[in-house]
Nanobody
């Protein structure tokens, strides 16, 4: 059974930082491209950052220079370091694993107060 379990969300003031983690099980983690998506109330889910199985990263323009995605294949975990957070970063953040199949975590809430 595939599981993606996110953690690290919470409430933070604007300008602060959070680090999200996503622990994967039930997949051969190292061969999957991993990503972080977010969904704010009333909006569509959007890509935040992605890291391929070879370590190539890409970011949404809105988070470039502030967020960093990384992965630890030994721990089957992908991270999202979020710095200089803004109120518009408030959303539920979802972990995604993509190869032939597409898997999602349950999401973790990030709230940034002004």
């Amino acid at each position: 059974q595939v599981q993606l379990v996110e953690s690290g969300g919470g409430l933070v003031q604007a300008g602060g930082s959070l680090r999200l983690s996503c622990a994967a099980s039930g997949i051969i983690f190292r061969i999957y491209d991993m990503g972080w998506y977010r969904q704010a109330p009333g909006k569509q889910r959007e890509l935040v950052a992605r890291i391929t199985n070879s370590g190539i990263t890409n970011y949404a323009d809105s988070v470039k220079g502030r967020f960093t995605i990384s992965r630890d294949n030994a721990k089957n975990t992908v991270y999202l370091q979020m710095n200089s957070l803004k109120p518009e970063d408030t959303a539920v953040y979802y972990c995604n694993a993509l190869r032939e199949n597409n898997y999602w975590g349950q999401g973790t809430q990030v709230t940034v107060s002004s």
